[in-house]
């Protein structure tokens, strides 16, 4: 069964702090991961895309990681700022649908 | 370059009756992709269609869903008979023609409420 799970559920830091999310999945056969941010009531926003083939993919001051193998990503955020606060999802492309995580609801305290 | 566009952002429907969920993707994709995100859960892969086409439904519930992507005009996502658990977001995503894997870009969803 494909299953993606993000840890952790939650995360409350102050600005500033660089932080990090992860994502497992069960099934590494995947064709690629995507990074997500969903504001409260709104649409998703793509923030990363990582092949299959890659290792990593870096945008301004966030770099997610692949290890697929082990079946592991991880969204590396530097510097955080209060608009960083959001839900983030990793989610995971097999065949012609992604597997979503639940998310990590991000809070970033000024 | 608009994104993807859905409409109506909002929906309030009562018990039996009929939801029609339409979807623009993004200028050159041919490619559309539905999902649901239910209160407290995660989103959920429905259906992916091309032009004409339904490819993969396996995540269509069996009964009063269906979708349809024509080869003129928007995607739609149509629920018939409502009930209140099909309250939830519908989100449409879009992505290119097929020959790489590429992102999938989402709209911003229609929520629906069924009363």
């Known amino acids: 069964k494909q299953e993606v799970t993000q840890i952790p559920a939650a995360l409350s830091v102050p600005e500033g702090e660089n932080l990090v999310l992860n994502c497992s999945f069960t099934?590494?056969?995947?064709?690629?991961l995507q990074w997500f941010r969903q504001d409260p009531g709104k649409g998703l926003t793509s923030l990363l895309l990582?092949?299959?083939?890659?290792r990593e993919q870096t945008s301004g001051r966030l770099n997610a990681s692949l290890d697929k193998s082990s079946g592991r990503s991880t969204l590396y955020i530097a510097a955080s700022q209060p608009g960083d606060s959001a839900t983030y999802l990793c989610?995971?492309?097999?065949?012609?649908?992604?597997?979503f995580g639940a998310g990590t609801i991000l809070r970033v305290k000024s | 370059n608009a994104g993807v566009m859905q409409n109506p952002r909002h929906l309030v429907r009562r018990r039996g009756q009929e939801a029609r969920l339409r979807c623009s993707p993004m200028?050159?994709?041919?490619?559309v992709y539905w999902y649901r995100q239910l209160p407290e859960e995660g989103l959920k892969f429905m259906v992916y269609?091309?032009?004409?086409?339904?490819?993969?439904e396996s995540g269509m519930p069996k009964e009063r869903f269906s979708a349809e992507f024509p080869k003129e005009g928007p995607s739609i996502l149509r629920i018939q008979q409502v009930v209140r658990g099909d309250s939830a977001a519908y989100f449409c995503?879009?992505?290119?023609?097929?020959?790489?894997?590429?992102?999938?870009?989402f709209g911003p969803g229609t929520r629906l409420t069924v009363l």
């Open positions: 995503a879009s992505s290119p023609p097929s020959g790489s894997r590429n992102e999938q870009f």
């Open positions: 200028k050159g994709h041919s490619h």
């Open positions: 989610a995971v492309e097999y065949g012609n649908k992604l597997v």
């Open positions: 990582i092949q299959s083939s890659q």
């Open positions: 099934d590494s056969a995947i064709y690629n």
């Open positions: 269609l091309q032009k004409e086409n339904i490819i993969d």
